[in-house]
Structures are given as C-alpha cells and as structure tokens.
C-alpha cells in the first residue's frame, strides 16, 4: 500500500467533491501520509473537514516552482511533491478512490480513452526521487507563466514519456480513468454491469467533467447533488457518502 498521497488545487469555495476525493482516497489507503498543498485561503475552509490531511500553503513554493501564479504553482507542484515524497498524485476536484493504490517502482500514469497514446496526468505515481518527476518538473519550469495553458502540465508529461529516457508504467483505460469512449457515457445512471466494471478494474475513478442535469459534480452543491443521487446517480451517491458534514451552500442547482 502507498505511503503517500499528495493534492494539489487553488478554490474559492468548499466543493463536496474535493471532500470525498480526499476521504476516499484516506479510508483505503489509511496508513499513507496526506498533504494538501493549495492557496491560503483554502486552509481554514478544508482543514476542518479534512484534519488528518497535512495542508501546506502553496505560495510558500513559488520560488521553488518558479511561479507566482496559483494555477501554475498547482500544477507544478504535482511533479515537485512525487520528486520529494513518492507516492500517488489525485486530482482534487473529481476523483474517487475504491481501492488502496500500491507502491510503486518506477513513474505510473494511466491511459484514457483506451488510447494507449493518451495518458492522463490527473492521477500518477513515483518512487521517491524519481528522475522522472525530477524531468516533468524541469520541463514544466522551462514554460513561461504567459505561455501556460490547462494542457501543459499533460502535455510535457507525455513528452517526457514518450522520450524514452526513463521506465515507465503505463496502466489501462478504466484503472485510473474513467472509461471514456467505451459505452460509458451515461453521465448521472449507470447499468448495473458498468458499476460492476468499475467496482472490479477501477483502483481510482477520475470522472472529469462528468455530471447531470448541465452541471459537472465537481460544480454541485450538496442540493444538487442530492437531487441527482434521488435519479439513481451512483457518482453522487459516492460524493455524498464521502461528503458528510460538508456545509451547505448555494451553488448550481
């Protein structure tokens, strides 16, 4: 079982989502160590909800990450804290874990889309002092803050892979990702076989932008996504179990 687990992210509210990324991922893998680097303000909204997680405050690393942008220095730092600690990276905003995640040996990345072309950094692993993430780091540092886009953390990830310089671990479709472009498109009511599907090859469901009625679930309040749960959604029926005590606010509805 991994010993780490590391969440990255910049909010302006408290998201049911995030909340049940984080427990998920702590109830199956209960001895790992869980930090949470983000901006400051984010801190005294989520620690309460999440006291075990280790926050730290991501401007403190903006020399480090050679940034002074919070989305970028978010970003970055995924790379930056698999190089110092090893273990898993989880997206924050849209990830839930159904298993524990195992050591790993070498940089593990999942594919999407059964593209085998197409790996998706939203969820990765290292050893501790991976050259790999060492190489990620160096080449997402060496792209000016004005050049920066939402790709270009997935986009150097996947040219270092496809360098050939380092071992790589490369899982399919479905183990990380949500298996898109396979029939899985229903986004609120799964068949009981796709639940099934999951539940058996799924160690971590990366849902993306994922929802129902118009709106992501990392967008939803817990009314909407409760109103959802009621349509026989399994998604938000996991937000919500993960999700107690999350306080009530307004949002998409």
């Not at 280790?54 to 970028?72: A, K, P, S, V, W």
């Not at 796709?194 to 992501?216: F, K, S, T």
């Not at 009314?223 to 959604?233: K, P």
């Amino acid at each position: 079982m991994t010993s780490a687990l590391t969440f990255c992210f910049h909010d302006h509210t408290v998201r049911p989502s995030l909340v049940a990324a984080v427990r998920s991922a702590m109830s199956h893998n209960r001895d790992a160590v869980v930090r949470i680097y983000c901006d400051p303000e984010s801190i005294p909204r989520y620690q309460p909800l999440l006291p075990k997680a280790h926050f730290e405050d991501l401007t403190q690393y903006f020399d480090t990450l050679q940034t002074t942008r919070m989305d970028i220095a978010a970003r970055r730092m995924r790379a930056f804290a698999l190089h110092r600690h090893g273990g898993w990276y989880l997206d924050a905003f849209d990830t839930l874990s159904l298993r524990p995640l195992p050591d790993v040996e070498r940089f593990t990345i999942g594919e999407e889309c059964w593209d085998p072309r197409r790996r998706c950094a939203g969820i990765c692993a290292s050893p501790p002092g991976s050259p790999f993430a060492a190489a990620w780091l160096t080449a997402m540092k060496g792209v000016p803050d004005t050049q920066w886009d939402h790709w270009t953390d997935q986009t150097l990830v996947n040219r270092v892979i496809d360098s050939g310089r380092f071992p790589v671990e490369r899982l399919p479709t479905g183990r990380l990702n949500w298996p898109s472009e396979s029939g899985f498109v229903g986004e609120l009511r799964l068949s009981e076989d796709q639940v099934e599907w999951l539940l058996d090859n799924a160690w971590v469901v990366h849902y993306y932008g994922r929802g129902a009625r118009g709106i992501p679930y990392k967008e939803m309040n817990l009314t909407t996504l409760r109103r959802c749960r009621n349509l026989d959604g399994w998604l938000p029926r996991l937000i919500l179990h993960y999700s107690r005590g999350v306080p009530e606010t307004p949002g998409p509805g």
